[in-house]
């Protein structure tokens, strides 16, 4: 694990806190699996300088990615905790705010974080699992 820094844990619940240069999904996944988190939801935010965001296309059931390069604001980054063929899976969207004020948002794919990632991260019980459903290509809630 990185420079990820644990703020508080509560019952249910951690606090998190992403340093500069760290990878936002990666760190998430990390921390789950030293932390036996296996159900849960996130959410974020901060700021970072690279992202790579994805837009599922339906037609051609797989995804689309586009890589930005830049200074972002991460105005919320929602997402999931389940297994994935055996592995912890952290499954996120996002919404970024550039420099105008304009905004750009997907599926996260990767984040590289630019000052800060502040975290929420909330405990389910038990196991949620994703399976390959055929129809849409998608690893799908189970």
Known sequence: ?????????????YILRLDPGEEFISSVQD????NNIENGWIQAIGSAKELELAYFNLQKKDYDISAFVEFVEILNITGNIA???GKTFCHAHGVFGRSDMSTIGGHVARCVISATAEIY?????GEIHREFDKETNLHLLK
């Open 1 to 13: 694990m990185n420079n990820m820094e644990l703020i508080k844990k509560s019952d249910n619940s």
């Open 83 to 85: 297994m994935k063929d």
């Open 31 to 34: 921390f789950c699996v030293a």
């Open 121 to 125: 991260i909330g405990v389910g019980e």
